[in-house]
């Protein structure tokens, strides 16, 4: 049962609090992600490093044991962390339908507070995107602010060589790119692949400062 059936289970309608439960465990579920790629950091292998040598053995400098173990657990954590978040948004949804059912006025749903809690601070803005690119194919636009990309995100982002690495990894992959637009959350596939301009994906991005 997810946190908010039991919730409901519990005393009937939905709380701020019963949110702010599931922000904090949220939180929790960061907080390991970014300890376990602070595992991968020390290792100096990074999410998609080789664990090989040039002649194809494990590298005898790693610890393959622990690098795998962080690895499967980062997966495992960023999935519990898509569905908490989808959780978070469907509990401020309950919460504002409730709202305009004791009170019989409408409510907004560009509610600032619904936004700061579901959506994560952006950490690089799209400044162009070439037309017929597979940036443009996908829907990029320019000022979109990017809060996924692939298996960068806005808790895991150190620097634009984390997407580029993402980028060089995936050619002819679909990535999941998620995007805040007009303080929207908006998913898209990107496709990074050849095309008749430069680069795979036809786009720049710039970091946020953080």
Not at 100 to 116: F, L, N, Y
Request: aromatic letters at 4%.
């Amino acid at each position: 049962m997810r946190l908010i059936e039991e919730a409901a289970s519990e005393h009937g309608d939905l709380t701020m609090e019963d949110v702010q439960d599931l922000v904090r465990k949220k939180d929790e579920i960061e907080e390991q992600i970014k300890a376990y790629y602070d595992v991968l950091e020390d290792q100096g292998v990074g999410i998609e490093g080789p664990l090989v040598d040039a002649e194809g053995f494990p590298r005898a400098d790693l610890n393959l044991y622990q690098i795998r173990t962080a690895r499967n657990q980062i997966a495992c954590l960023q999935n519990d962390h898509k569905a908490i978040m989808a959780e978070i948004e469907e509990a401020l949804h309950k919460l504002h339908a409730q709202e305009k059912e004791r009170r019989g006025e409408a409510v907004a749903h560009d509610d600032p507070m619904e936004a700061e809690l579901s959506l994560p601070s952006p950490f690089a803005r799209v400044d162009a995107v070439t037309a017929g690119s597979p940036a443009h194919t996908a829907g990029l636009r320019v000022g979109d602010e990017v809060i996924e990309f692939g298996s960068v995100n806005s808790y895991n982002f150190q620097n634009l060589q984390n997407v580029a690495s993402v980028v060089q990894h995936s050619e002819g992959k679909a990535l999941r790119v998620v995007v805040v637009r007009s303080g929207q959350r908006s998913p898209m596939t990107l496709t990074p692949q050849r095309w008749s301009g430069r680069g795979l994906l036809g786009c720049n991005i710039v970091p946020i400062p953080r």
